[in-house]
T-cell receptor, first 116, second 110 residues
Framework: DAKTTQPPSMDCAEGRAANLPCNHSTISGNEYVYWYRQIHSQGPQYIIHGLKNNETNEMASLIITEDRKSSTLILPHATLRDTAVYYCIVRVVKGAGGTSYGKLTFGQGTILTVHP | DGGITQSPKYLFRKEGQNVTLSCEQNLNHDAMYWYRQDPGQGLRLIYYSQIVNDFQKGDIAEGYSVSREKKESFPLTVTSAQKNPTAFYLC?????????FGAGTRLSVL
């Protein structure tokens, strides 16, 4: 799986958009970009994933550059409860039918602190 | 509520003792995973199971054992052979390509 690089920490004001960058310059054509977050002393939570098109769900938006070498997770209106470590993971989806049996490799992630 | 339940939330192990961490899911997922997280570190895979009665070693299986006798349950035993068991243990199940995690068990050594 491709290596990712994220800033170690970021701050954001409550109610503003939080834009979390991730570099994955060695990404392969069959690798997806996944985002998870982990609030202190809790299990990681899935946020969103995508291959090459921009994606949006009820939690966030994922913007992937055209060359797929970087992406940005956008939390449109950050709240204090969004304070967490955010992990960008790039991995291959293997197996028949697109299922994956592999592990998730979490790097150091970005500590996002949302301020009142 | 559907989800993954890990118990206990906190566990203490005495020297030479085996302890078992529980993981139960009612999501009807086939695949389940156990990860270990040390302070300030990412997750490391201990064991995983793709289907009932089958499981595979992950990257750090030594000193751990698992069983998968039921689809809903994937208990992890930390044996006395694991010399540094103090960590945060996370269980996950998978649907499609997405893994869903429990709240974790924090294991400490007395």
């Amino acid at each position: 799986d491709a290596k990712t690089t994220q800033p170690p920490s970021m701050d954001c004001a409550e109610g503003r958009a939080a834009n979390l960058p991730c570099n994955h310059s060695t990404i392969s054509g069959n690798e997806y970009v996944y985002w998870y977050r982990q609030i202190h002393s809790q299990g990681p939570q899935y946020i969103i994933h995508g291959l090459k098109n921009n994606e949006t769900n009820e939690m966030a938006s994922l913007i992937i550059t055209e060359d797929r070498k970087s992406s940005t997770l956008i939390l449109p209106h950050a709240t204090l409860r969004d304070t967490a470590v955010y992990y960008c993971i790039v991995r291959v989806v293997k197996g028949a039918g697109g299922t994956s049996y592999g592990k998730l490799t979490f790097g150091q992630g970005t500590i996002l602190t949302v301020h009142p | 509520d559907g989800g993954i339940t890990q118990s206990p939330k906190y566990l203490f192990r005495k020297e030479g003792q085996n302890v078992t961490l529980s993981c139960e899911q009612n999501l009807n997922h086939d695949a389940m995973y156990w990860y270990r997280q040390d302070p300030g570190q990412g997750l490391r895979l201990i064991y995983y199971s793709q289907i009932v009665n089958d499981f595979q070693k992950g990257d750090i299986a030594e000193g751990y054992s698992v069983s998968r006798e039921k689809k809903e349950s994937f208990p992890l035993t930390v044996t006395s052979a694991q010399k540094n068991p103090t960590a945060f243990y996370l269980c996950a199940s998978r649907f499609g390509t997405i893994q869903y995690f429990g709240a974790g068990t924090r294991l400490s050594v007395l």
